[in-house]
């Protein structure tokens, strides 16, 4: 697809503005793990993370006036996710490229309550096919991602009338690569993990004493995180004796699943902790703390959440699907990857019972350190030596 990375002959230190209309969770992580550790001068320009749809009708207007008013200058745009690039650019002076990066796209992202296309508002899915089609460049942070825009923006434009642009596509996809994010782990590596449960419980020689193990959710309070399929599994393991703790964290938007309030009473005696963290340390804590960590989202496009986790030494299971195949070391697919609920329900309990070994922390430090910024940053840097080499269209 396109260019090499190995195309950027120098690394001139360039002037990168990142266009960010929602500045929070991962979007904000990746901004600022970018900046921190690029050799190239990287501001960010965003906008509170809140009202997303706004920001994707209307950040382009405020982040194009301040362009125009001076306040914003560049040597190459780096517009993110829930952008209109397209708008932008027809309101901004030529010249400067632009990238357009996407950590999510609509095309892609399943919708509540079983909703098809005809259910959508189509607006969206057309905003970030134009965004593309106004980039000089396109990159992914998954291959998953990718290959879901492409295959479901050529489902959606198929259903239009008549003059299907479906030559736009393979306009994309010649400009378009993948470019996977950096997580933030060097605070990680420096915490002490706690005893695994199973060497406190034998040094007590009691099993009246043994300490439980600690299973996370670590995820958005949304539909497309599958609440539902995670605390069913849990529901069903505690209904049948099997001991365990919970920590229940992740950021909640708005209104939460109802699964949340039922979980709460439910498993209340079980629950050593609820809710958003929003000090750094006191969620590392928490991480240190956990045993299992389970994703059954819908929706994932690369999996920071997970990285972390693991990176501290929780035993990750996640779907077989999405973009967990392609992050996850595929000698840890047998180990950490499950098919169906039936499949998380065994495999869970085994691993919180002891019937089956927990993946060792050193393991999983080997095998997710390979996200760290330092090792990832040069895909960021080349991607926009080599837009600026090439220049605007």
Known sequence: MGFSM????????????????????????????????????????????????WRMRGAAFEFARKVRSGELTADIWFAVGLMDLAHFRALVPPGVPAVLYMH???????????????ERDLQF????????????????????????????????LRRMPDSRPLWLLEEIEGKSSVVPIGVE??????????????????????????????????HRWEYDKNPEEFFSVAFSLADRGVEFD?????KEYGSAPPVF??????????????????????????????????????HETFGISMIEAAFAGAHPLAPKRLSYPEIFPKE??????????????????????????????????????????????????RLVDVVSERGAM
């Not at 929070?24 to 501001?43: D, E, F, K």
């Not at 999510?104 to 399943?110: D, F, R, T, V």
């Not at 134009?130 to 959606?156: H, I, K, Q």
């Not at 590596?189 to 959710?217: C, F, I, M, N, Y």
């Open 125 to 156: 899915l057309i905003t970030d096919l134009a965004s593309a089609a106004a980039a000089d460049w396109v990159a992914f942070n998954s291959e998953y991602l990718r290959r879901g825009f492409f295959e479901e923006t050529v489902r959606f």
């Open 332 to 381: 840890l697919h047998a180990d950490c990857l499950y098919g169906d609920p039936d499949e998380l329900e065994r495999k869970l309990e085994g691993l919180l019972t002891g019937a089956e070994e927990l993946v060792e922390p050193f393991r999983l430090r080997e095998a997710f350190g390979r996200y760290r910024w330092s090792s990832m940053i040069g895909g960021f840097d």
């Open 261 to 298: 309030a039922e979980a709460r009473e439910r498993l209340s005696e079980r629950i050593v902790h609820w809710g958003g963290v929003e000090d750094r340390a006191k969620y590392l804590e928490l991480l240190a703390r956990s045993d299992v960590v389970v994703s059954c989202a819908l």
């Open 185 to 218: 782990l060097a605070d990680i590596g420096q915490l002490e993990r706690e005893d695994r449960w199973r060497s406190r419980a034998s040094a007590s020689g009691s099993a009246s004493q043994k300490a439980r193990p600690t299973l996370l959710w670590c």
């Open 6 to 53: 190995k195309e950027a002959a120098s690394y001139d230190p360039l002037s990168v503005c990142v266009l960010e209309p929602f500045m929070g969770g991962s979007h904000l992580a990746v901004a600022r793990g970018w900046q921190r550790t690029s050799s190239h001068s990287v501001t960010i320009e965003g906008l509170p993370a809140r009202f997303w749809k």
């Open 246 to 250: 919970l920590i229940v964290a992740g």
């Open 104 to 118: 999510e796209c609509q095309a892609a992202y399943p919708w509540p309550g079983g909703e098809g296309p005809g």
